[in-house]
Every structure is written in C-alpha cells, then in structure tokens.
C-alpha cells in the first residue's frame, strides 16, 4: 500500500502522467488477449509484452481464459514517459454548445427562416445509426435530434445516398447543411467518399454558403478540414454539438459574405470584413490525418482544403440508382 500523500497533490502539467493513486505515478490499466490458454507461460507472455511497450511495476490483475485456446488479461502498469501538456494545441470544432431552445431562437431572431439541413451516410455506407442519433426525432444519449428543433427543416436521407444525389438535392432544397455519415472505413472509403463529395460541391459552385459536416467513429475534425469539409465529429457526438456549430457557422460566414454582424461572436473578438468578391485561395492547415494532435488551432477556416494530389483520388464505388 502506499502512503496516503498529505496536503493537495500538485499537478505538473509539463510532465503529465496517468494518475493512480499518487500523483505522477503513471499508473494504467490495460487490457488484451492473447491466443493461448491462460497459463504460468502465458502470464509471463503478457508481461514481457507489456515490458516491450516500455511499462515497469506490472502487475496481472487478471488472468482468465475466454473461450478455447484464449486468455485474457487485466494488467496494471507504470508508464515512465510523460507529456506536456502546456505544449498541448489541438484543431477543434469552433463552436460553444448551446441548448435546442436557445438555437432555435437564435434562428427565429436572427436568420428568419428555416435552416435547410440534409444528413445521409453516403457510398457504399449502410450504417445508419450515426446518422440518425444525429437526425432522428429522437435524438441520442438524451440530446433530442434535429428534426426535433422548429427551426431547422432537418431531412435524414437515409443510407447508400449517392454523392451526386446529395448535391442534386442540396441544389433543389437550398440545403444550408450537409452532414455525411462515414463508418466504413475499410481501404480508406471514407476519405475516398468524403473528398469525392467536395469536388462535386466544388464544381457545383456549393463551397461559399453551403456547410459541410462529417461524422463517424474514425472521422476527426483534422481529417474533415483535410477532406475539404468544415467540421468532423466523432464517436459521443450529440445532435446539439451540430446543431450549435451548423448555426455559429452559418452567422460567421453570412457576416463575411454579406458583412451582416454575427449576433454570436463573442464581444472581444473583431467583426469579419466582408469577403471581396473573389476569395483569395487559401490551404487549410496541414494536419495529421486522424489524429486529434495538431500544431494549430483554426479560429476561422476559409473555404478552401483539397491539396493537389486530393483530387486524384478515384471515383467512389456506388450503389445503382433506383428507377
Ligand atoms: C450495427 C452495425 C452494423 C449494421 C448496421 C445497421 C444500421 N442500420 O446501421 C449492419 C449489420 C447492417 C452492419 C453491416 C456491416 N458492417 Co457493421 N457494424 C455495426 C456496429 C456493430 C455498430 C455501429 C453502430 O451502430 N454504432 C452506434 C452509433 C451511434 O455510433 P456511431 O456510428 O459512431 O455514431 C456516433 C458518432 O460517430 C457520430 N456520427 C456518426 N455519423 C455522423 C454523422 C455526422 C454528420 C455527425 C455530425 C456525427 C456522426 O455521432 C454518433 C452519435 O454520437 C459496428 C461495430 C461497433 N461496435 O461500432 C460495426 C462496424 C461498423 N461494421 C463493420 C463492417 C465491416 C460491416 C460490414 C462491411 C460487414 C460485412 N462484411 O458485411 C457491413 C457493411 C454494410 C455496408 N454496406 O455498410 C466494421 C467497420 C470496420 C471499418 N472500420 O471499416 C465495424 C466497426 C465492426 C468491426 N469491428 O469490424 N453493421
């Protein structure tokens, strides 16, 4: 047992470590498999294996065979190696959370009509689930979806939508939103898929007004900004997080396309100059593809994303089109 430590136990934020149950002492809990009966040899195994990812002061919490031929492992470990967390920037969703009600007012007030939001799992894609917590009525982990909001005309196309159906649609609806699902990502169809959906935005002249959110477990928001979108949320997210960007973003951009004042910037941050008439072309940020780490924080994201060997990625595979 060790000592019970006297006094607040100070943080070090230059030299972060997992905390156990003193301060700085690294300690985790892992957890794995091996394809072996549990055994004296089989312990032994995982602890060199948890040796090698550079752990000491491990000790097996468990050992249990799941299944013929498996064993299972909880093992606690100290990890020697800390991180600074006051080095630490990350690329986020600019956008506070607010509640349904709140946007909904702030549509009513201060846009006037419906915002047009049309959300589908595109490609080959049939995992809907996402894309409904996000949409349905219902909502997800107690968070009411879209369709649920007066103010927004939130239209859940479904799965296997076709990316030049969504522009099509997003054309004839003068969408405002468009919010793809991506889960499969085998043979990176998502980035294929996503990045597809772009050009087409772009060759449809859609990149000014329209708002491009994706989602899905493996999608971040480096990776959508990296795809040419304007947002990525993943695993957790919740209709109000989109819904709070999708309205923040719609006032930021109406205030530098039409110089109309955004009622929701915040009062120490200047107003955006209206855009001239043609934009001047700029990259979005480099970043790590997947990875929450970055070494910059956008403020404001100009549209502009795809890199030139983006766009020699190939078509999407895509399901028949219905008669
Ligand atoms: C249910 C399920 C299915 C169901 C789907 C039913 C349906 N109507 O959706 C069925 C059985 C059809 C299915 C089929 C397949 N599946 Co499947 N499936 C799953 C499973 C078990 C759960 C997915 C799920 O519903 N998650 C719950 C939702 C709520 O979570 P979520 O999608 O992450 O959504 C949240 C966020 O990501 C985010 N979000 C998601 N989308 C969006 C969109 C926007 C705009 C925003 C803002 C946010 C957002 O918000 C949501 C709420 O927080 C997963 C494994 C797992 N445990 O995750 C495998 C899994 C996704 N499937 C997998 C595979 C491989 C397949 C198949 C290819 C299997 C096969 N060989 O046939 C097929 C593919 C079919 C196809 N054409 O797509 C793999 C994918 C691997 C990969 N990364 O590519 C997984 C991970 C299983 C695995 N471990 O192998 N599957």
Redesign the pocket.
Known sequence: MSETPKGPQKVDLKRLKPYGDIMGDGTIQICFTLPVEASAEAREAAVQLVQKMGLDQIKVATMENVGRGFSMFVIYANVKVPVDFTKIEVVKVEAKTRARDELDEVIKTHIGRKLVVL?ACTG????????D??MNMKG?AGDYGLERYQWLDARNLG?QVLNEELIKLAVSEKADAI???K????HNIHIRDLKDLITRAKKAGLMDRLIF???????THPLALECGFDAG??????PSD?ASYIVEEFLRRRERLDGIPNPLRPTDEPARAKAPAKPTKKSAPKTKRGSAGSKLVVKFRPKKAMTTGARARKASPRRKAKK
């Open positions: 959300g080959y894609d049939a995992h809907t689930v996402g894309i917590a996000i997800f799965a919010l793809v699902s889960v499969v990502t085998q959110v994706a989602g899905g477990p493996r999608v949320f993943g695993v957790g997210t919740k989109v």
